[in-house]
């Protein structure tokens, strides 16, 4: 009676091969539902064991959690072992391993050699195994959900690692603020002046909203652009910014041309913020921004000793081997924005001439490293200037194993575009830049801006427009 009842309120997910190659940990991520694994999908994890790349550690970390759950529970394997213990009661349900031959008939256009052909033929065997229970297929695969619909068939999308269900949600780093907060939250409001900028602590209904490092804007008669620097229960200190825009505080030659871009300055310029994350579309001017930062503190300020720049080369992670030279040759091609860049900072000291131009040009690409990821695990950066460029293309556990890089003195910026995505499998919801915007947000030494508009050329404004 109880096992009945069980059965007809848990449900059964067939895992297929590429949920565990993203995410070794989905095994434990079902809660009280019972997990089922195919013999292809452990023959498939097997092909994919070899290698450096992320795929190959994740299938081996598959088959080490697999290992531990099956280890002295042998005879039960059919039944079903509980993951219980495994999960460290995160997951109740059981994991079932395929032991025998299933067989279930698919439609003659399916070749039945291929491995997702498999696989739904087993979820279909198993649907009609179990018709009290539901039977879903989980995979990234788009294509595979698809034919599994075709075929009646539950399918969905592995979603346990998705951040956000809707980038649209993210946060931005900034906030409008109208007339009517300063009477809402203006009762008993203190104001003071430190070093040229003003600050005001304000206590109201608003506040426990606020971030640390929220940059809040007001248009109209007393326009205000301020950052909110404190923030304990129902009372906050903000702060107002330093003005990006005037040429008199231009950074290396560059000034702000938008709000949003005098908001990422005065986070880049700041040494007591450690992490930055820069989003936003092509030409809103991230690369420029935090490189024209990253030479003011590294070559004026002398707050760092060098700015190291890395990109992920799509594909992720991946031999650079075949391309001829040294690390830094190798990734020259992936590193044109680096070099554009440079370009525009290089012009805009005009009084040395041409030999001026060609003497600071070599001083500052002496100061700029370019590294390859591969070679990020176990090192320490001191006093560094890491920017980490097209970090959309990294998951989670990339990100995190970059992030930790960072040793005493080092400034870490990520900059990318997450509706440019081109690693399989990661999605705007899913993606490590994603991922370290919304957990970092709210912490003192991080901020975060969504940059809007793009300050290339006009034709490069309305190709993003109308194309």
């Not at 304000?202 to 940059?215: A, F, R």
């Not at 176990?378 to 970059?402: C, H, S, V, W």
Request: aromatic fraction near 6%; charged fraction near 25%; hydrophobic fraction near 40%.
């Amino acid at each position: 009676m109880v096992s009945r009842k069980k059965s007809k309120t848990t449900k059964l997910f067939v895992l297929d091969t590429n949920v565990l190659l993203h995410d070794p940990t989905s095994l434990y991520r079902f809660e009280e539902h019972d997990v089922f694994i195919p013999i292809i999908t452990l023959e498939e994890l097997d092909a994919h064991k070899s290698g450096m790349s992320e795929v190959a550690r994740n299938a081996r970390q598959t088959s080490r959690f697999l290992d531990d759950i099956v280890s002295g529970c042998e005879n039960k394997i059919e039944a079903g072992i509980t993951l219980k213990n495994a999960s460290r009661d995160a997951a109740t349900g059981k994991l079932i391993l395929q032991t025998q031959a299933i067989h279930s008939v698919l439609p003659a256009s399916l070749p039945v050699g291929k491995a997702d052909n498999q696989i739904l033929g087993i979820v279909m065997a198993l649907k009609e195994l179990h018709p009290e229970r539901s039977v879903i297929l989980v995979s990234k695969d788009i294509n595979m959900r698809i034919k599994a619909r075709a075929l009646g068939l539950d399918a969905e999308d592995y979603f346990n690692d998705k951040v956000l269900q809707d980038s649209d949600l993210l946060y931005t780093g900034t906030r409008e603020i109208d007339e009517a907060f300063w009477e809402r939250n203006g009762k008993d409001m203190k104001s003071w002046q430190e070093q040229g900028r003003s600050f005001y602590q304000v206590k109201g209904q608003d506040v426990p909203n606020l971030l640390i490092n929220q940059m809040l804007w007001q248009e109209g008669p007393q326009p205000l652009q301020a950052r909110v620097i404190k923030v304990e229960g129902k009372s906050a200190v903000i702060q107002t910014l330093k003005d990006y825009s005037h040429h008199k505080n231009n950074v290396w030659g560059i000034t702000a041309r938008n709000r949003e871009q005098n908001f990422a300055l005065n986070l880049l310029m700041d040494p007591e913020v450690d992490f930055i994350t820069l989003l936003g579309q092509a030409g809103t001017g991230k690369t420029l921004l935090t490189l024209a930062a990253g030479l003011a503190m590294t070559l004026e300020q002398k707050l760092y000793s060098e700015i190291i720049m890395t990109r992920v080369t799509v594909p992720v992670g991946e031999d650079i081997g075949f391309l001829p030279g040294t690390e830094e040759e190798k990734m020259a091609p992936w590193m044109g924005a680096l070099e554009d860049n440079l370009d525009v900072l290089n012009k805009s000291d005009d009084d040395g001439g041409d030999w001026g131009r060609a003497a600071t040009r070599d001083l500052v690409r002496s100061r700029i490293k370019v590294k390859s990821l591969n070679f990020m695990r176990g090192r320490t950066f001191l006093n560094k200037y890491l920017i980490i460029d097209e970090a959309q293309n990294l998951t989670p556990k990339q990100m995190k194993t970059l992030i930790t890089r960072a040793g005493p003195g080092t400034k870490v910026v990520c900059l990318g575009n997450i509706s440019q995505i081109d690693t399989p499998y990661l999605t705007e919801g899913s993606s490590g830049l994603t991922y370290v915007v919304d957990r970092f947000k709210g912490w003192e030494h991080s901020g975060h801006i969504t940059l809007q508009r793009g300050e290339r050329s006009r034709l490069a404004d309305h190709a993003g427009e109308v194309l």
